[in-house]
């Protein structure tokens, strides 16, 4: 074991403060990730939880985020069967509409503006979600029956078995879904026949964007070029985990949320330097005395030196690990609510760089303490 790793496992009190504030500084960033990122995937949910291998977009359509929907010619869904791999092709088409609840006891009515998502009720339907239950399926067979997620029942003001009136006509409330939130606008779920009725299907030969299925979805890459290939530029095609990237990446490149991350890791970084490189001054200057006694032994100040920056190499390994336990608490948390949470890699691997770099800067900036190490000061 190196003297600095035992250094920092003895003495790790004098070192706590320099690990929590790593681990906050990673925490500041990493949260926000993860809340931006649950975004997506609350607005997402019903794709990347259904059986679809491949999506058809619109050719100039970068992504499902701020895209305002996107609609294809009718004629390309029979056309998606010409590619033999393909079993089944579906339309995820949603919309939205105005919402009012009926509310009692003299409560206000709760009036907004909500999405509409789509499934159809078929069993096995290439965009209904794996994780419905059957009781779920069934209760959306019904005329008019919306679905909504557990954590927007108080923001519309309805509880299991309630009525609104959503576009002026009359819903009922006959299902509770688990892990579909929508932080911006409030969402409700219903079959393809009472969005149909309810005239919010696409009209004038249009649809919305394709949901595919195909034969085995290890070749989803393969079928995806094969599809791009004959498209004449009227479509894209895209694969599932293509498409939720592309979707992470357009609301990363918001410029509000830009702000906001920029903000956090340049906050991150001074609060962790300028914490942590006075936490290792500090210890270093209690243990002063230890390394005149290495002085006097012979050892070099450039090897004191490197012992100052393995040990703040291992405070920054350490505040990982706290960051790690804080961001997978937070997630649980959140997860528990029912508000989605992800990580990308990427970011996990920038900030786990990010935080290692605040240690061997703040090291930096502890070795001039060194320069009191003088043997002579052991005489007095």
């Given at each position: 074991?190196?003297?600095?790793?035992?250094?920092?496992?003895?003495?790790?009190?004098?070192?706590?403060?320099?690990?929590?504030?790593?681990?906050?500084?990673?925490?500041?960033?990493?949260?926000?990730?993860?809340?931006?990122?649950?975004?997506?995937?609350?607005?997402?949910?019903?794709?990347?939880?259904?059986?679809?291998?491949?999506?058809?977009?619109p050719p100039k359509m970068e992504s499902l985020i701020n895209s305002g929907g996107g609609s294809l010619p009718a004629r390309l869904l029979p056309k998606m069967y010409m590619n033999p791999e393909v079993v089944e092709v579906a339309a995820?088409?949603?919309?939205?509409?105005?919402?009012?609840?009926?509310?009692?006891?003299?409560?206000?009515?709760?009036?907004?503006?909500?999405?509409?998502?789509?499934?159809?009720?078929?069993?096995?339907?290439?965009?209904?979600?794996?994780?419905?239950?059957?009781?779920?399926?069934?209760?959306?067979?019904?005329?008019?029956?919306?679905?909504?997620?557990?954590?927007?029942?108080?923001?519309?003001?309805?509880?299991?078995?309630?009525?609104?009136?959503?576009?002026?006509?009359?819903?009922?409330?006959?299902?509770?879904?688990?892990?579909?939130?929508?932080?911006?606008?409030?969402?409700?779920?219903?079959?393809?026949?009472?969005?149909?009725?309810?005239?919010?299907?696409?009209k004038g030969g249009k649809t919305g964007p394709l949901m595919v299925r195909i034969a085995d979805s290890r070749r989803a890459e393969v079928v995806r070029d094969q599809l791009n290939a004959v498209s004449d530029g009227a479509y894209r095609?895209?694969?599932?985990?293509?498409?939720?990237?592309?979707?992470?990446?357009?609301?990363?490149?918001?410029?509000?949320?830009?702000?906001?991350?920029?903000?956090?890791?340049?906050?991150?970084?001074?609060?962790?330097?300028?914490?942590?490189?006075?936490?290792?001054?500090?210890?270093?200057?209690?243990?002063?005395?230890?390394?005149?006694?290495?002085?006097?032994?012979?050892?070099?100040?450039?090897?004191?030196?490197?012992?100052?920056?393995?040990?703040?190499?291992?405070?920054?390994?350490?505040?990982?690990?706290?960051?790690?336990?804080?961001?997978?608490?937070?997630?649980?948390?959140?997860?528990?609510?029912?508000?989605?949470?992800?990580?990308?890699?990427?970011?996990?691997?920038?900030?786990?760089?990010?935080?290692?770099?605040?240690?061997?800067?703040?090291?930096?900036?502890?070795?001039?303490?060194?320069?009191?190490?003088?043997?002579?000061?052991?005489?007095?």
């Amino acid at each position: 074991m190196s003297l600095a790793l035992a250094t920092l496992l003895y003495e790790w009190r004098r070192y706590t403060a320099a690990v929590v504030a790593l681990a906050f500084s990673g925490l500041l960033i990493l949260a926000q990730i993860g809340m931006f990122t649950g975004i997506v995937k609350g607005a997402t949910a019903t794709i990347d939880r259904s059986s679809a291998d491949i999506m058809i977009l619109p050719p100039k359509m970068e992504s499902l985020i701020n895209s305002g929907g996107g609609s294809l010619p009718a004629r390309l869904l029979p056309k998606m069967y010409m590619n033999p791999e393909v079993v089944e092709v579906a339309a995820w088409d949603a919309d939205g509409g105005r919402w009012v609840n009926r509310p009692r006891d003299g409560k206000k009515a709760v009036t907004t503006f909500i999405n509409v998502n789509m499934v159809d009720t078929r069993p096995g339907s290439v965009n209904l979600p794996h994780d419905f239950p059957e009781a779920t399926r069934v209760a959306l067979l019904e005329p008019y029956a919306i679905a909504i997620d557990e954590t927007q029942l108080k923001r519309l003001g309805v509880k299991l078995g309630d009525e609104a009136s959503l576009n002026g006509k009359t819903v009922r409330v006959r299902a509770i879904l688990q892990g579909y939130p929508d932080v911006n606008n409030a969402s409700v779920t219903m079959s393809r026949d009472t969005m149909r009725l309810m005239g919010m299907l696409v009209k004038g030969g249009k649809t919305g964007p394709l949901m595919v299925r195909i034969a085995d979805s290890r070749r989803a890459e393969v079928v995806r070029d094969q599809l791009n290939a004959v498209s004449d530029g009227a479509y894209r095609a895209w694969t599932r985990p293509e498409l939720a990237k592309a979707n992470e990446g357009a609301l990363m490149s918001e410029q509000i949320i830009g702000i906001f991350l920029s903000f956090s890791v340049f906050l991150g970084f001074l609060i962790g330097v300028g914490i942590t490189s006075q936490t290792l001054r500090g210890a270093i200057l209690s243990s002063i005395k230890e390394y005149a006694s290495l002085r006097a032994l012979g050892v070099s100040m450039g090897s004191l030196r490197l012992i100052v920056m393995e040990l703040s190499v291992w405070v920054g390994i350490a505040g990982l690990g706290a960051t790690a336990l804080f961001t997978g608490a937070i997630y649980l948390l959140a997860t528990n609510s029912g508000l989605p949470m992800g990580f990308p890699m990427q970011w996990i691997i920038g900030v786990s760089v990010l935080l290692i770099v605040i240690s061997c800067a703040s090291g930096l900036l502890a070795l001039g303490i060194l320069k009191k190490s003088q043997p002579a000061d052991l005489l007095r």
